[in-house]
């Protein structure tokens, strides 16, 4: 007689990410984990010659290119959905399940609740940032106009208050703003979301922090295996962050200023294509030689795990991105924290209550004030000699 597990097939589960590194990566990481237990994986994207499937649509080439090429691709996987209607019956095995991005959720989910698919969401960032996200249908409610220059702190029952200030800035400006326009399309969790955050939503599983799936195998920095151990500052803001320039010279300052050594990833500009431009001309001269003899500047990806892996790593000065924080917390390092934009803020302040880090709250967002070099030392150094971070920063990490 047969066993149970040759009457059961393998679930077949199929995932639609979004743009940007920042929800591929966590869906990759996913993927592996599913796959490692035995579940068979499909991979959907718009547009990719090397996909297992091909979204592709006429579609795409009418959408103006948008300044943004994360917003960009969002649109294109957005205005392709509609294919799913035919592609997702079509798979073999048929599909057990979905999980797709929160950004498509009021574009994918009517497909798939006709074709009678299961559903699942994937919020790729913290459940307080799900709870924020959440909260503010509830504030804009069925108004995509609403002026919210005059809401308050966002008030959350049995919760801590998420302050007005902590919120996206463009949520509460630009009526057009795209990221905004995304949100409040969610009508699907417009309505779930009824009446507070908690009730009448779908059930939110906690699944992070999800470990590095180790596609990429890199060298270390031959320059970070001659760095004592515990040493070294590690400073990069994501895959989508170029700071102002006088910040960049000021960040350079403070560095030198800290008199630690540090592994500074520089973004010059937001699309690396773009990036041609030379460090010294950015930087200058005589702080470029400052820099170069206390630390390494690398204007290129490095595989950040790699580095936060390394025993040479004694701290992280991060942009707070939900994947930076995770990875931070996997490898048990200290962050300080200077939150750019989006959901970083939110995420900043879950460095701080996890005792791993401190943020500089006076530092705004992103290109808000100037953060002058001497604060920026000042902070460096106070993190770095902290050792009850240390420990608490440890005392977090998942890795073996
Ligand atoms: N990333 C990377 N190299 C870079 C910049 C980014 O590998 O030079 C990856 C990083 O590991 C993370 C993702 O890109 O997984 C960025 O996601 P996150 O949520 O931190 O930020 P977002 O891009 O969404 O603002
Ligand atoms: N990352 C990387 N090398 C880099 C910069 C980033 O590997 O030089 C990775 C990082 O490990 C993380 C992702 O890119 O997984 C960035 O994601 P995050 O959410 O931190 O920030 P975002 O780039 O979305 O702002």
């Known amino acids: 007689m047969a066993n149970s597990s040759e009457l059961t097939p393998s679930p077949h589960i199929a995932l639609l990410p979004s743009s940007g590194m920042g929800h ?9 984990l599913l796959a490692a237990q035995g579940v068979k994986i499909t991979f959907i994207t718009p547009l990719s010659k090397k996909s297992f499937i091909c979204l592709h649509s006429t579609i795409f080439l009418h959408i103006r290119k948008a300044a943004d090429p ?4 969002i649109e294109v996987t957005r205005r392709s959905c509609h294919l799913l209607s035919s592609l997702l019956p079509s798979l073999s095995p048929p599909l057990s399940a979905i999980i797709t991005d929160m950004s498509l959720t009021a574009t994918v989910v009517p497909i798939t609740k006709a074709l009678n698919i299961p559903n699942y ?15 503010f249908h509830t504030l804009v409610g069925s108004k995509a106009n609403t002026n919210l220059h005059e809401i308050d702190d ?11 200030c902590w919120i996206p800035p463009p949520l509460l400006q630009d009526k057009n703003d795209l990221l905004k326009a995304y949100i409040i399309r969610e009508r699907t969790l417009a309505a779930l979301n009824g009446d507070k955050v908690i009730h009448g939503i779908p059930s939110v599983f906690a699944i992070g922090v999800l470990p590095p799936c180790g596609f990429q195998k890199t060298k270390t920095l031959a320059w970070l295996d001659d760095q004592a151990i515990g040493s070294v500052l590690y400073v990069s803001f994501g895959s989508r962050t170029a700071l102002p320039r006088e910040q960049l010279r000021e960040l ?14 520089i973004k010059v500009k937001k699309v690396d294509r773009e990036d041609d431009e030379q460090l010294r001309d950015v930087i200058g001269d005589e702080l470029m030689e400052s820099i170069n003899q206390k630390g390494l500047v690398v204007k290129h990806w490095l595989d950040q795990e790699n580095i936060l892996r390394h025993p040479a790593i004694g701290g992280f000065l991060s942009h707070c991105g939900w994947n930076s924080v995770t990875e931070a917390i996997w490898h048990g390092v200290r962050v300080l924290a200077w939150p750019q934009h989006g959901d970083q803020k939110i995420n900043a302040d879950l460095v701080e209550r996890f ?23 000042e902070k460096v150094r106070e993190v770095m000699r902290n050792e009850l971070l240390k420990m608490q920063a440890r005392k977090h990490r998942r890795r073996d």
Do not use: C, N
């Open 154 to 164: 966002i008030e959350i029952p049995t919760l801590e208050p998420i302050p007005k």
């Open 24 to 32: 591929l990566t966590p869906f990759l990481r996913l993927a592996a």
């Open 252 to 265: 350079g300052d403070g560095l030198v200023r800290s008199g630690y050594s540090f592994l500074w990833v």
């Open 70 to 73: 994360f917003y960009y691709h």
């Open 121 to 135: 969401i994937f919020f790729t960032s913290s459940a307080k940032m799900l709870t924020l996200f959440l909260s």
């Open 355 to 377: 005792g791993m880090g401190i943020w500089p709250k006076s530092w705004g967002w992103g290109g808000e004030v100037i953060v002058k070099g001497g604060q920026i030392a």
